[in-house]
């Protein structure tokens, strides 16, 4: 049974593409474009998740739409898994803003707690180096398989929207977050 959950790269995509989001459905090519894999490896793959009950699928406008299936014996393990691997991904991430030379603070908010209301994904501030804050966020997307909204502020620029209560700014200090690294004692 593991053998068919886990034996391709492409599975292991659309198992947390699927697992992350639990209420949406996805036609074949959105589901290329979101995980960046060929479409004959995702149609293969889809069509073995579905012969084993872990996605359905409706048809919608000459479309097959797939979605995961809750009632799947192993689905909240399943989902357990996969947040246990962004628990990992987390690990690995504090790691690596911990090796960025110049970062203050450092806070993931947005997508990465579900706060939909919030316009960025990563606040970062500090003095860091062009290169390095763009190789981060690079690894970040490749950690996550996904875009990172991401906003940068120099030390200086955030105490001034601070003090000048920017709207913007309070939005993510409001917002759930998980703070990786303050020097800022905020």
Not at 97 to 123: C, H, P, S, W
């Amino acid at each position: 049974m593991l053998e068919q959950l886990f034996g391709s790269r492409t599975r292991a995509k659309l198992l947390h593409l699927f697992l992350e989001n639990v209420s949406r459905s996805f036609f074949v090519r959105e589901i290329c474009r979101a995980i960046n894999e060929r479409i004959n490896s995702v149609r293969r793959e889809l069509d073995n998740l579905e012969k084993f009950g872990l996605i359905t699928f409706q048809t919608k406008e000459q479309k097959k739409f797939y979605q995961i299936n809750q009632d799947f014996p192993v689905y909240n393990e399943l989902k357990a898994l996969i947040a246990k691997s962004k628990l990992l991904a987390q690990r690995i991430l504090d790691q690596k803003a911990q090796k960025l030379i110049g970062l203050r603070y450092l806070a993931l908010t947005g997508q990465f707690t579900d706060e939909e209301n919030v316009q960025t994904d990563v606040l970062l501030v500090g003095r860091i180096p062009r290169e390095a804050l763009e190789k981060f966020i690079k690894e970040l997307e490749k950690i996550y398989r996904r875009e990172i909204r991401y906003t940068y502020f120099s030390t200086q620029e955030f105490n001034l929207r601070k003090d000048l209560t920017d709207k913007f700014l309070y939005s993510i200090i409001n917002s759930n977050k998980v703070v990786l690294v303050n020097k800022l004692g905020i």
